[in-house]
């Protein structure tokens, strides 16, 4: 579990998690920071405490159900928002509904649903919603369904920085190393023709930096290099 480092004016990163390396960001909101995902289970206390160095948590915003971006939210504290439409997974299952294990390799099929029951808190109660322009500290909510359906980014347009959550992925999760830029894998998608809709809409933003929910960041020709995957 990495301390925050910062990676923009107001924009702290913490990274934790294996084998994903899970981006979680603090973003300065009056005098503390909103926490935008909260990794896995094991990563919240050290996002808490990241926090409170800042300020404390504001507010947790997820950028989507799954176990890997709720996972830390109860012990990170503070009430969470989500988009509407991501709701009910939040709430729930985590998303694990529309998950299709038969899609992933042989090997990874029996280890996938153990390592991300691991990451996972249980559901979490959602004390309020987001939705398309809605300010997170000095960021839009944009929204960027596929992943899930009611998936986030976050984008300012002064530096033309986004923090694109999981609308596409630098890695394939079966085997997980770094990568070119991808849809995240279909088997985790609650919508893959969904997913490439979001990625040209993050596209026609021309972000000059683009940080995924795991690894990256996402530099030089951003537009350029999502339009072709």
Known sequence: MSKPVKEADGVWRVTGGFPLKMNVFL??????????????RPMGKAIREAADSLGGATRVVLGNAHADH???ARAIGGPVYCHADERADVEGDG?????????????ARPLTPRLMSSWDDGPVEVAGTVCEGD???DFKVVHLPGHGPGCIGLWRESDRLALSNDS??????ALPRPGKPRIPHPAFNWSTERSRESVRKLAALEPATCWPGHFGPLKGDVAGQLRGI
């Open 168 to 173: 596409f992925a630098l890695f394939d999760p």
């Open 27 to 40: 973003i300065r909101e009056g005098d503390g920071v909103a926490v935008f995902d909260s990794g896995h």
């Open 95 to 107: 998303g694990v509904h529309y998950f299709d294990f038969a899609k992933l390799p042989l090997f």
């Open 70 to 72: 709720r996972g830390g």
């Open 135 to 137: 300010a997170v500290g």
